[in-house]
């Protein structure tokens, strides 16, 4: 199952390589053309069918996901080390990880003399255990620069699929069931993005390559759909109101932090599902941002959406999706492709 080699496979910011290898390896059947660009973004395009005037849709996922890259080491032969992309630093204590992609580690507690404040957990309080014996050893087995990811077996965990980094690598797989699918009667410019964790970077140089009529942001979104311990069962008002819930559907977003959607586009895409028999979620809240912002403000403007998949405890070692969730995010974006006119999109 591709979504599940994609899982497993390592791929922080600036260091994607196994990630597009498997997304190259994928695509190639599929599309008319292919190029990976400076930065590493895979850049692809399946032509459409109708005439010179098709419209040029722009789908993005992005390759890289949140981890930890080697910064230093102590005498004991522990690695220092810092986050790449948001990782809160309290959930990181005896967590297992993988350095440099196949060595073990437990990232552990510096001890109590050393770290007297156990009120906040600093990632700089902490430390990788590698096994090693000393600093020189560490040095040899784990290079300053190496990247460090959570070690996570893809899986199933009851109905859900468990997983690391489905925030993106699903909505690459995603992608890769679109390109697969067709032919549509526009031309899609798939970009498997880079560095979107750490700035949205890979986009802006795929966005002006590829000079879309409109594009679509295939991500991961929160899913905080789960019980709140601490909230009154009994009174609605302490429940909380889940931005998005799996297994209820893919989640169209309105507004984001980066962005605030096309109108036009946002009641196109959701027209577009009813019309499909696919119950959209709405995201409203401004929290977070994706590629989609930063597509947006390029080439003098792209009309630019974002149509995400519900998953619980993304940014974490272990995510959950729902399989059903994702058929219909896929079936809504070969709906979309099959429809999408510039009347769905421009403004004017």
């Given at each position: 199952?591709?979504?599940?080699?994609?899982?497993?496979?390592?791929?922080?910011?600036?260091?994607?390589?196994?990630?597009?290898?498997?997304?190259?390896?994928?695509?190639?059947?599929?599309?008319?053309?292919m190029r990976i660009d400076s930065m590493g973004n895979v850049l692809a395009i399946k032509r459409g069918t109708d005439g010179a005037n098709r419209p040029r849709v722009m789908l993005d996922a992005h390759m890289d996901e949140i981890g930890f890259i080697v910064t230093g080491y102590d005498?004991?032969?522990?690695?220092?080390?810092?986050?790449?992309?948001?990782?809160?630093?309290?959930?990181?204590?005896?967590?297992?990880?993988?350095?440099?992609?196949?060595?073990?580690?437990?990232?552990?507690?510096?001890?109590?003399?050393?770290?007297?404040?156990?009120?906040?957990?600093?990632?700089?309080?902490?430390?990788?255990?590698?096994?090693?014996?000393?600093?020189?050893?560490?040095?040899?087995?784990?290079?300053?620069?190496?990247?460090?990811?959570?070690?996570?077996?893809?899986?199933?965990?009851?109905?859900?699929?468990?997983?690391?980094?489905?925030?993106?690598?699903?909505?690459?797989?995603?992608?890769?069931?679109?390109?697969?699918?067709?032919?549509?009667?526009?031309?899609?410019?798939?970009?498997?993005?880079?560095?979107?964790?750490?700035?949205?970077?890979?986009?802006?140089?795929?966005?002006?390559?590829?000079?879309?009529?409109?594009?679509?942001?295939?991500?991961?979104?929160?899913?905080?759909?789960?019980?709140?311990?601490?909230?009154?069962?009994?009174?609605?008002?302490?429940?909380?109101?889940?931005?998005?819930?799996?297994?209820?559907?893919?989640?169209?977003?309105?507004?984001?932090?980066?962005?605030?959607?096309?109108?036009?586009?946002?009641?196109?895409?959701?027209?577009?599902?009813?019309?499909?028999?696919?119950?959209?979620?709405?995201?409203?809240?401004?929290?977070?941002?994706?590629?989609?912002?930063?597509?947006?403000?390029?080439?003098?403007?792209?009309?630019?959406?974002?149509?995400?998949?519900?998953?619980?405890?993304?940014?974490?070692?272990?995510?959950?999706?729902?399989?059903?969730?994702?058929?219909?995010?896929?079936?809504?974006?070969?709906?979309?492709?099959?429809?999408?006119?510039?009347?769905?999109?421009?403004?004017?």
């Amino acid at each position: 199952m591709l979504l599940g080699a994609l899982s497993e496979a390592d791929g922080i910011a600036g260091q994607e390589d196994a990630v597009r290898d498997l997304i190259v390896e994928a695509i190639q059947p599929h599309i008319d053309e292919m190029r990976i660009d400076s930065m590493g973004n895979v850049l692809a395009i399946k032509r459409g069918t109708d005439g010179a005037n098709r419209p040029r849709v722009m789908l993005d996922a992005h390759m890289d996901e949140i981890g930890f890259i080697v910064t230093g080491y102590d005498a004991d032969g522990t690695l220092h080390f810092e986050s790449v992309g948001g990782v809160d630093a309290r959930i990181l204590p005896g967590l297992r990880v993988r350095v440099g992609g196949s060595l073990p580690g437990v990232i552990l507690w510096v001890p109590i003399h050393k770290n007297r404040d156990q009120n906040v957990t600093r990632m700089s309080a902490l430390r990788i255990d590698i096994g090693a014996s000393s600093k020189s050893d560490a040095k040899a087995k784990a290079p300053l620069g190496t990247m460090i990811t959570f070690d996570t077996a893809f899986g199933k965990l009851g109905n859900l699929l468990r997983g690391k980094s489905f925030d993106d690598r699903a909505g690459c797989a995603m992608l890769v069931d679109v390109l697969a699918g067709g032919p549509y009667p526009c031309d899609v410019l798939a970009a498997f993005t880079v560095q979107e964790e750490v700035g949205l970077r890979g986009a802006q140089v795929a966005a002006r390559a590829l000079e879309p009529d409109v594009a679509f942001a295939l991500e991961a979104t929160t899913a905080n759909d789960v019980p709140d311990p601490l909230a009154d069962p009994d009174d609605v008002l302490t429940q909380p109101n889940p931005t998005s819930k799996v297994g209820a559907g893919p989640v169209v977003t309105l507004m984001d932090s980066r962005m605030i959607v096309n109108p036009r586009l946002a009641d196109f895409i959701r027209a577009t599902a009813y019309h499909n028999g696919i119950r959209p979620q709405l995201k409203t809240r401004s929290g977070g941002g994706n590629d989609a912002g930063a597509i947006q403000l390029q080439n003098g403007g792209i009309p630019a959406a974002v149509i995400a998949l519900p998953a619980r405890y993304i940014h974490s070692p272990v995510s959950l999706i729902s399989q059903r969730d994702y058929d219909a995010m896929v079936k809504l974006m070969g709906a979309l492709l099959h429809t999408i006119m510039p009347e769905a999109y421009v403004l004017a």
